[in-house]
């Protein structure tokens, strides 16, 4: 833990200076992007005048140096500006669809942490056996569909013409009770778990299939233990150090992915709000949307690489 300590406020620094250029990267891609910000505000019938005041107003008069500094000190205290499309601040807004991409990729994630060890611990110890060619048909279909099919597929099967026992999108808060939040999370979060869900659970069964042909586990054999014994309280522990790995490294990937399922399901995530922002070319949005997201992804790698050093010292660097 120690160890970990010492080179934390290094990594807390590299990762400081790597939000500093996405957000000088961020500043600069919504400054090229064509038309207008004041254009797309108005519209084509606004006069010369009106355009040259809201331009005032916005503060698009102004250098480039001097506009990025202002909105990089007013979000760093809190302050994501005004958006110009809705006429509100951007912050409620952005927290709130960022709250709402949280719950869906914690759901998937401990979905995929669940299923995808399960299922590979058991195809492992019934190795080549019909189980195990079955989950391994349904792995492989998993990564060969993206988001957006397995997604339309769901909605089809489940929301359409085959059962129509879930709804298929749209989101409901948590106040008008659990079942009807909770039903509208099933299909996003299934859709955005089967990549994942397949390479977390073929990591699984080929690293136990490695571990129990290890010599200890020989001995443990030979010794007279139960194999449910062998499996789970001597071999498993090694095993599950590459799935872990990969699960961790990957939750930033996960968050990503949501933007797709997002658009899919018509779920009022961050990934569908910049899409949107996108769109109408509202650059605060954009702005916050964008940086908060590789925040997210930023943190989560920080905390996947901190958990793996804690949970092997052999990768924690000499200092």
């Known amino acids: 833990m120690a160890a970990i300590l010492r080179i934390l406020p290094r990594r807390l620094a590299i990762l ?12 600069a891609m919504t400054q ?8 797309m505000v108005l519209g084509q019938w606004a006069t010369d005048e009106a355009l040259e005041q809201l331009r005032l107003e916005l503060g698009l008069n102004r250098s480039l140096v001097v506009q990025y ?15 110009l499309t809705l006429r509100v601040p951007v912050k409620p807004i952005v927290l709130a669809r960022l709250g709402h991409s949280l719950v869906l990729g ?3 994630f401990v979905e995929i942490t669940i299923l995808g060890i399960f299922f590979g611990v058991i195809s492992a110890i019934k190795k080549d056996s019909w189980f195990d060619h079955l989950v391994g048909t349904f792995a492989f279909i998993g990564v060969s569909i993206p988001e957006f099919v397995s997604g339309s597929l769901l909605i089809l099967f489940f929301s359409g013409s085959v059962w129509s026992i879930l709804p298929a999108g749209g989101y409901v808060p948590l106040s008008e009770g659990f079942w009807p939040w909770f039903s509208r999370l099933i299909l996003p979060s299934t859709a955005l778990m089967l990549v994942l869900f397949a390479y977390v ?5 080929s690293s136990l299939i490695e571990v129990l042909r290890t010599n200890y586990v020989r001995t ?3 010794k ?5 014994t062998v499996v789970f309280r001597h071999a498993l522990r090694n095993a599950m150090m590459p799935t872990v790995t990969l699960l961790l490294n990957n939750f930033g990937w996960l968050i990503g992915g949501i933007v797709i399922v997002e658009i899919v399901f018509s779920f009022p995530g961050l990934g569908r709000l910049t899409i949107f922002s996108i769109q109408k070319r509202d650059i605060p949005m954009i702005q916050a949307c964008i940086l908060l997201v590789s925040s997210l992804y930023i943190f989560a790698n920080l905390l996947a690489d901190m958990l793996y050093m804690l949970l092997d010292p052999k990768t924690r660097p000499d200092i």
């Open 16 to 27: 400081a200076l790597t939000l500093w250029l996405i957000s000088l990267f961020v500043f």
């Open 32 to 39: 090229i992007l064509p038309g207008d910000a004041a254009f």
């Open 69 to 83: 500094v202002d909105w990089l000190v007013n979000f760093i205290q809190g302050d994501f500006g005004k958006s």
């Open 106 to 108: 914690v759901i998937a």
């Open 201 to 205: 659970m073929r990591m699984m069964r």
């Open 220 to 222: 443990a054999r030979l």
């Open 224 to 228: 007279g233990l139960k194999e449910k």
